[in-house]
């Protein structure tokens, strides 16, 4: 049996230590007719290497796209470092820091991405992080209903240019607790929420308006006037964005007059490979007022008995394991390992290389969609400004594009049409500093051919 | 230097790494061309840059390097975490989840082009329903307590389904998990405890009293939080399914019945796994976790999605992503894509090198090394929590002769363990047992290293008797001493700002 160390004469020693026969007497508690025989459907073992020939053999069978699909998940150069120090094994299999002293790398480790992912926001303290984006856009939810007491509604507004998925999340955590989500129309020719729309709640009592940057088309919205107007009507506002673009982009602690109250997004884009889904990190952040409403770990600074600097998890009280049934949320974990690898991207990038990344995948974006759109058939949908994202209109239905594009190694965006039916045959699509001329030239050519093939026939 | 020599022990310590930024310094191998940011509205951009740390790429590799080393985990020391299954993780898993075509690989890339990945994900599905004794079984959700969410969820939208609305509360036993009350409270239903009998089993004539047609289920451990097997779990299920309710298993101790018992096989309705605990995949410092979970046919039409399906096509198969339109009743879903993708892999792997045989065995190996250790530090004079039961993979003792003897706490022997070069088991926790020390060492612990623990129990015993204090000042030996966490709290250093 691999992993197991036990030689027969071990074996011996420990029955005889503990007083029984066989292994099988450790057993005698269970009622004989809830044993289980054998378990047929799992397969003979294999070893590492007849393993090891089978996922060759799979990964091969699935092979590597030219990738240009954004989506909430984004292609970025990961430094060697990252996952060769992250995959250490006094980080990868070490536990959660309860004992904290013999934690502490992992414990300063957590305190300097606190650090950095305040400083990115523009807010006041981070947590140690959540599951992913759409589950911490849940508890960035359920955070907003617990901080504003004034509000009894528990009414959030969601526009529809917030990630259609993140929504249904949010509903499925969320939506067992009487909380009502009115969801918010985007102008059809800039692809932004218009601050208009959100004169139909002028006066109302909502507890919170949720403002993706860029949303989910790419699109930037007017932040400021749609903070503006949260603020005046007395809701909190929750701010959804990309943690690249904040190298870039106005910080949601600087939105509107004085910032918004929750920041939450998918930390993926920060050293995580898109591996499929996951796993990723959700980040959150939020002001010190609001602090004790915040779920997940958070970790401080303090002493020891020697008045040496030493880090700890703190403010627990929050949590499920001394709260119980009134905790903030059921969470139990964060994502430690990629919060481990997130806070060494960024320290390798630091604030000059986040800033090229976010620009030169702006720019990257910038002439796919120019190269792109010289082809027929082929034209940007939206107006406004974007960043390192865009919907194109196609003359074609875009699945079938998209499997033809597949079949030539190219990945070349997501299908919007069953998400926004109403845009028609739509492409989001998305070029990062990963991405070069050649690249993009390949997907303009090959989309061209798929194109002219389609008339053709 | 990248230590600062505290003045009062002479001790060093770890610098945060902004304390080693100087301006202008980067890693710039890593850094691409300067593009200029074109069409973006000035008012939009951000006036300031962020604070992050300027070093050198060596700079950035040496501390985090040097903070790794300040840790324990389970490659380096004997983890004996209650709870927690801290076994080995396998190298090969890692490595090969991380193979360069699944790690490239984007979520929302056409499936015909990921019938590999679908593949080892479908055979996952499969095996965990096989060796839990379920029908379905859906990966997506991120964590223990995400699954723990979608279960009861899944039992709140059944009876939704029959129209049966009176059903609000959850039946959760008194040693039960934190994540259980939080859950059932996240879920919108209501809690009601009942208590353990003197022998660890759930009290049957409390469980009696308790349901009614406003039973929605009851959330267990089997074996339990206390370390034992229900013995009288088919009773229980009789009592909660006989007055509507449903059962719902948490799989937090999966490690200890695995081949032995299958959940669906003692009456559960719906079953969370941890596949970081049971499944060898990383604590990675505290996440990502993966807790699938598996439904018998009841809950089958509410299982979160997606979810892997398999249809004929040709010779073979081809494997698709089942999502709302196929699960029309699914209680929707729990992350932005499928989960976690990486873990699945990585627990998948895992099972292929265990196979049947393995995976029967776990069981057996686990128990052996807990009733050991529980016999031979009962031998040495430590106080079992259930004496006169068959420890599960775990055991519990309770130091509450010590605390009230010798004035020292499970906290102060934990302390002192860490001095010895062990992880500490888990503390306080069961509630329910005073000063407990609930200690669980998995199956591919040698069984030197179960006596170097036990010797050290012994050692730290005498040393409770002789010199007390130092347990109550330990650990001695790590790169801090004791934590202030009274000060943590009260004066909140949460985030680094450079002197004023």
Known sequence: MPFNPHTPADERAMLDAIGVRSIDDLFDEIPASLRVKALDGVPERLSEMEVSRIMHERAARDGLALNFIGAGAYEHHIPAAVWAITTRGEFYSAYTPYQAEASQGTLQMIYEYQSMMASLTGMEVSNASLYDGASALAEACLMAVRAHRRSKSARILLPATVNPTYRRVVRSIAGMQNFTFEELPYDPDGGHTLPEALGAYDGQDVTALVIQQPNFFGALEEVDELTRWARRNGALVIALVNPTSLALLKPPGSWGDNGVDIVCGEGQPLGVPLSSGGPYFG??????????????????????????????????????????????????????????????????????????????????????????????????????????????????????????????????????????????????????????????????????????????? | MSTTTNPSTGANREKVIFEHSRHGRTASAQIPAATKPAGIPSHLLRAERPVLPEVSELQAVRHFTRLSQLNFSIDTHFYPLGSCTMKYNPKACNSLAMLPEFIARHPLAPESHGQGFLECMYELQQMLEAVTGMVGVSLTPMAGAQGELAGVAMIMAYHRARNDLARDEIIVPQAAHGTNPATATMCGCKLREIPCGPDGDVDVEALRKAVGPQTAGIMLTNPSTLGVFERR??????????????????????????????????????????????????????????????????????????????????????????????????????????????????????????????????????ALNANYMMARLRGAGFEAAYPERRASHEFILTLRRQAKELGVTAMDFAKRLLDYGFHAPTTYFPLLVPECLLIEPTETEALEELDGFIDAMIAIQQEAQSEPEKLRTAPHTLPVRRLDDVRAAKQLDLVWRPAA
């Open chain 2, 233 to 366: 779990i088919v009773e229980v299920a009789k009592i909660v399914h006989e007055s509507g309710g449903l059962l719902y298993y948490d799989g937090a101790n999966l490690n200890a019945i695995l081949g032995k018992v299958r959940p669906g096989d003692m009456g559960f309705d719906v079953i969370h796994m941890n596949l970081h605990k049971t499944f060898s995949t990383p604590h990675g410092g505290g996440g990502p976790g993966s807790g699938a979970v598996g439904v018998n046919k009841r809950l089958l039409p509410f299982l979160p999605v997606p979810v892997v399906g398999r249809e004929k096509s040709g010779d073979g198969a081809r494997y698709r992503w089942l999502t709302e339109k196929d699960v029309p009743q699914s209680i929707g879903r729990l992350s932005g894509f499928m989960g976690n993708a990486g873990v699945l892999l990585r627990a998948y792997i895992y099972m292929r090198m265990l196979g049947r045989d393995g995976m029967q065995r776990v069981a057996e190996y686990a």
């Open chain 1, 283 to 457: 980040f959150m952040a939020t002001r010190m007022e609001h602090v004790r409403q915040m779920p997940g770990r958070i970790v401080g600074r303090t002493v020891d008995l020697d008045g040496k600097q030493g880090f700890t998890l703190t403010l627990q009280a929050r949590e499920q394991h001394i709260r119980r049934g009134k905790a903030t949320s059921n969470i139990c974990t964060n994502q430690g390992l990629l919060m481990t690898a997130a806070t060494i991207y960024l320290t390798l990038l630091g604030p000059v290389g986040l800033e090229r990344v976010a620009a030169a995948s702006h720019a990257r974006t910038q002439e796919l969609v120019a190269k792109l759109t010289q082809v027929k058939g082929v034209r940007q949908r939206f107006d406004r400004p974007y960043f390192h994202e865009c919907v194109l209109a196609i003359d074609r239905p875009a699945g079938e594009v998209l499997e033809e594009l597949a079949a030539r190694g190219i990945a070349g965006g997501l299908d919007l049409s069953g998400a926004y039916p109403e845009l028609g045959e739509t492409l989001l699509v998305c070029a990062t500093e990963t991405k070069n001329g050649q690249d993009i030239e390949r997907y303009a050519a090959e989309l061209s051919r798929v194109v002219a093939a389609a008339r053709a026939a």
